[in-house]
């Protein structure tokens, strides 16, 4: 390592503990959630479905996809689909599910889209069915909210609103 990608290095080092100090800062954090409380914390109803806890997590600069998380409650005596979805920040969204082949876990998008069965709820988590904005334009940044619209087959068009997360270092592999 030379003298300047050290510097480089120690500057990214602190710019993350910066980042880390500040999310911890309860003042901040309760900044942000005041400001979007409404958006955030309240459920998305559209026809018969609910949508709740929306989440996607802070990513890393030159990150180029960002997993969305959503749980969706059905109310409907009939199934409905999510076909997909589209943001401003990010080039297209794909439902992805997580499968292992072997000893390795594989994402693979859902091309016919996920069934959310009448009556049920259906959670996309971490690790799980998941929600992929591919193509970010700019990095995810934790305590902003990113403004999602969710296609289903029936309930048409939904908007709603993710809020970001802490990174996890712990990720899908993506
Ligand atoms: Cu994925």
Known sequence: MN???RIIAAVAVSALFAFAAAAHDHS??????EMTDDSAMEPVKAGDLTLSDAFTRAT?????????????TNGSKEA???IGGSSPIAA??????????????????????LEIPAGETVKLA???IHLMMMGLKSPLKEGEMVPVTLEFAKAGKVELQLMVGAANATDMGH
């Open 92 to 113: 297209r969204i794909e439902v992805h599910e997580m499968k292992m082949d072997g000893n390795v876990m594989q994402m693979r998008q859902l091309k016919d889209g």
């Open 126 to 128: 971490p690790g799980n």
């Open 3 to 5: 003298a300047i990608s």
């Open 28 to 33: 901040a954090m309760k900044a942000g959630a």
């Open 80 to 82: 409905d689909r999510l």
């Open 60 to 72: 890393l600069p030159g990150a180029k996809v960002g997993g969305g998380y959503v749980t969706i």
